[in-house]
């Protein structure tokens, strides 16, 4: 025969069950947050237009044809001739050649099946000198101009953010000095700052469609125009208003 151990039993008061049960909540209650007398939040803006340094010119072109491997080899075809051009008129910051997207898909009948294939290949041409640039549209024949595009390039788009940063800065503290003395303060503290950045470009320009092959491309230098770029900066943060 097993002997079973005695079991302990304790046996707690209904009024302290009771206690317990009402100090439940407050033991999980978080305390309330602490008002700050005197403090002031605000914000300031400002923002500077900044001519874009930097054009970016890309290149495309379509095939088709009935199986996957001859559409891609006119594909290659084309690049490397776009890319023997382009690369006489490279020169790092002021001329950078890169190529972008290179795909080859089929395109299907009613029946679902691949009646032929399809692809398409990209390059890029992108810096300061606007007449180089502009100057090899009329000398890629294999690839047409797709899009035309305008930017800052970073160390512009620094200086930008440096000069509306100082202009947001100085008109948040204005603020906050002319928003004291107007509740009776003679003074303030900062207590807390955000700085937050931003830029936009000018409206794109056109988006040109990509040639196929034995479509002729454009004989000159492409006109261009630069446009400005828009680069604002915000400074939000609150104060402490002293006697």
């Known amino acids: 025969m097993k002997l079973r151990a005695p079991i302990a039993s304790v046996i707690v008061p209904a009024a302290a069950l009771i206690g317990l049960a009402l100090a439940g909540p407050a033991l999980h209650a978080q305390p309330a947050p602490a008002v700050v007398a005197n403090q002031l939040s605000l914000s300031a803006s400002a923002s500077v237009d900044v001519v874009n340094d930097l054009l970016v010119i890309s290149f495309a072109t379509q095939r088709e044809g009935p199986d996957a491997a001859s559409v891609q080899a006119q594909l290659m075809q084309a690049l490397e001739a776009a890319l023997a051009e382009a690369r006489k008129a490279a020169r790092p910051g002021q001329v950078d050649i890169s190529t972008g997207n290179f795909s080859v898909h089929p395109r299907y009948g009613a ?15 992108e810096g300061r000198d606007f007449g180089a640039l502009t100057q090899l549209v009329g000398r890629i024949h294999t690839l047409s101009v797709s899009q035309v595009s305008h930017r800052l390039s970073r160390e512009a788009q620094d200086k930008a953010e ?6 947001a800065i100085a ?26 950045a931003s830029g936009s470009t000018g409206p794109p320009m ?29 400074v939000s943060g609150s104060v402490q208003m002293l006697e």
């Open 171 to 196: 008109r948040f503290r204005r603020q906050a000095d002319a928003y004291a003395k107007g509740f009776g303060f003679g003074r303030v503290s900062l207590r807390a700052v955000e700085v937050s």
């Open 206 to 234: 056109p988006r040109f469609r990509a040639a196929a092959a034995g479509e002729m491309a454009m004989a000159s230098a492409l006109p261009v125009a630069a446009g400005t770029s828009e680069v604002s900066v915000v």
């Open 162 to 167: 440096a000069e509306a940063s100082a202009q």
């Open 111 to 125: 029946k679902g099946e691949p009646t032929k294939w399809q692809g398409s290949v990209e390059l890029r041409a």
